[in-house]
């Protein structure tokens, strides 16, 4: 698994990795404690990619567009 901080990844890091979480669950070859471990690990990585997908959103819904459906700008969301 990554070194990297759940909260520092993207949602492309965030999004790999919970996959290869999910793949070592399924297959059952890892012990009782480690599956624990990945489950919390997957739980952290799944609540990241949403938090990454609405802040995501938010920008697309921010977007501005002229009067031809061309963007002209985009607001400023706040915490991101």
């Known amino acids: 698994m990554s070194e ?3 909260e520092k ?5 965030a999004m790999t990795e919970l996959e290869k979480v ?3 669950l399924e297959r059952g070859d890892v012990a009782l ?3 624990i471990t990945l489950y919390e690990r997957g739980a952290a990585l799944k609540k990241r990619c949403e938090q990454k997908l ?3 959103e938010e ?3 921010l977007i501005t567009l002229d009067a031809d459906g061309n963007p002209v700008g985009t ?3 706040e915490g991101l």
Not at 9 to 13: D, I, K, L, V
């Open 75 to 77: 607001k400023p969301v």
């Open 4 to 6: 990297t901080p759940v």
């Open 9 to 13: 990844m993207s949602f492309e890091q």
């Open 59 to 61: 920008k697309v819904a």
């Open 33 to 35: 404690e480690e599956s």
């Open 54 to 56: 609405k802040e995501a």
């Open 22 to 24: 999910v793949g070592m």
